[in-house]
């Protein structure tokens, strides 16, 4: 199909486009529109006026400093997929990105697209959960800070008004020798993950587990981070009974069901796939 | 909804090394610009939401989908399409020529994103493997289900490219 009318703006700077978005009654922000352009053509989506940020300069920057990586909102999927200083101190986007749509769809789309559609499956969005971001946006008034545990609203919501604009994402780094895990399971490659399950995890000098963080995708509304396997490995040597028992708690989350898998089969996979993650994630760290 | 005429807005694109400029509605897709007013139809639209992959283009050296960008964002912007492939003589590229000696094609409705999505596929990991070549084209659907012989195909350009 194709998209109903709608004006189009094609500002230059975050001002312009806060201007537009505090104006417009029905506004939609346009980023690489990769599932708002889906949207649109299926007239899911009616928007007056698409405020279109491919236009404003800056928003695009991947910056990766001691502290933390930084990602504008602008960032394209398949830049931080190629990116060498994402690739060392965050490899997991690279292993979690080759399962985000295809190639086609990774060149135009962004990682604020991907954050602010908030598909329950989306691989960027448990990225950001297991990596405890936070979220800049921006307002007319003032810029704000939310953590990524604060940002999904409710079912592909996101706790942004309409007159407010994600523009960057700060992952926090993990440092000392850490091994990370990401798999998931979808009917063709590139669609959304039925689940998806990614892991870091950081071992002492003897071999301890001394931190760890899982996230499981595609079972609620957003990511859930799994605490209770989390602190449950704590202390422990990541041996097959620990990652088993730790994967046993991903067999019993709450899951949502769908007209193709039960809310059983979900948890199932989460198991099944966390053991998988946190077991390359061991491999990884050592 | 008014009944004041839809703004035009001017699109100027190279396309395959020649520039055009022709005016749109905002909401015409970089698809349905190269067709209905480039009148290059060679590029395909499919499903119209981003899934089938059959209208896969090349804007600025990347392979984008058609139908999931607007003809006003690709302003400026240098495109490439199936009819840009072959030579001015007609002489076919390895990538078409591959297709064609494997019979890779079908009903070839696919067949330009498929090639399109390869072109920088192949530009970028000319070494890749089949599994690889599997991989590259899960955006890309053909419902003759001719996988096997267009994967032959792209195998056999990328060794001819090698």
């Not at chain 1, 194709?2 to 104006?23: I, M, N």
């Not at chain 1, 991947?62 to 931080?80: L, S, Y």
């Not at chain 1, 704000?144 to 407010?164: C, I, R």
């Amino acid at each position: 199909m194709k998209p109903g009318r709608f004006s189009y703006h094609a500002p230059q700077t975050v001002d312009e486009a806060l201007e537009l978005l505090s104006t417009r009654d029905n506004a939609k922000v346009l980023a690489g529109g990769q599932s708002l352009m889906a949207m649109l053509n299926l007239r899911y989506a009616m928007p007056d006026d698409v405020v279109d940020l491919n236009g404003v300069r800056g928003l695009d920057d991947i910056t990766v400093t001691e502290q933390d990586i930084r990602f504008g909102a602008m960032a394209r999927q398949r830049a931080i997929e190629r990116d060498a200083a994402v690739a060392q101190a965050a490899p997991i986007f690279r292993d979690a990105l080759g399962y985000v749509g295809h190639l086609q769809t990774r060149n135009r789309g962004t990682i604020g697209g991907s954050l602010c559609h908030l598909d329950p499956a989306a691989e960027l969005v448990a990225l950001c959960m297991l990596y405890d971001a936070t979220i800049t946006i921006a307002g007319k008034e003032r810029e704000k800070h939310l953590p990524m545990s604060k940002f999904p609203a409710f079912y592909m919501t996101p706790n942004v008004e309409p007159d407010e604009i994600v523009v960057g994402f700060t992952l926090p780094r993990w440092h000392g020798v850490h091994g990370h895990g990401f798999f998931e399971f979808a009917r063709r490659h590139g669609d959304f993950a039925v689940i998806a399950a990614g892991t870091l995890m950081e071992l002492d000098s003897g071999g301890l587990i001394r931190r760890c963080a899982i996230v499981i995708g595609g079972a609620g509304a957003s990511p859930l981070r799994l605490t209770g396997a989390e602190d449950m490995l704590l202390g422990q040597r990541p041996d097959a009974d620990a990652l088993t028992a730790a994967a046993a708690i991903a067999g019993e989350i709450d899951a949502m069901e769908d007209n193709v898998y039960s809310s059983d089969y979900r948890r199932h996979l989460a198991r099944v796939l966390t053991g998988r993650a946190l077991a390359q994630a061991a491999e990884r760290a050592i | 909804m008014t009944d004041t005429p839809e703004i035009q807005h001017d699109v100027t694109v190279t396309v395959n090394g020649r520039p055009y400029t022709a005016a749109c509605v905002a909401r015409t897709s970089l698809a349905d610009f190269l067709r209905h007013e480039l009148h290059l139809t060679g590029t395909h639209l499919g499903c119209e939401h981003g899934v089938c992959g059959a209208c896969t283009v090349l804007v600025d050296d990347q392979a984008v989908r058609g139908c999931l960008m607007l003809a006003v964002q690709a302003n400026g912007a240098e495109v490439r399409t199936i009819e840009g492939l072959a030579a001015e003589d007609g002489r076919l590229s390895a990538l078409q020529r591959a297709f064609s000696d494997h019979h890779a094609v079908q009903c070839g409705f696919c067949t330009p994103g498929i090639l399109m999505t390869l072109v920088e596929v192949l530009r970028d990991t000319p070494d890749i493997d089949e599994r690889g070549i599997r991989e590259a084209l899960s955006g890309n659907l053909c419902r003759c289900t001719g996988y096997q012989n267009i994967v032959d195909a792209a195998l056999a350009a990328a060794n001819a490219i090698r």
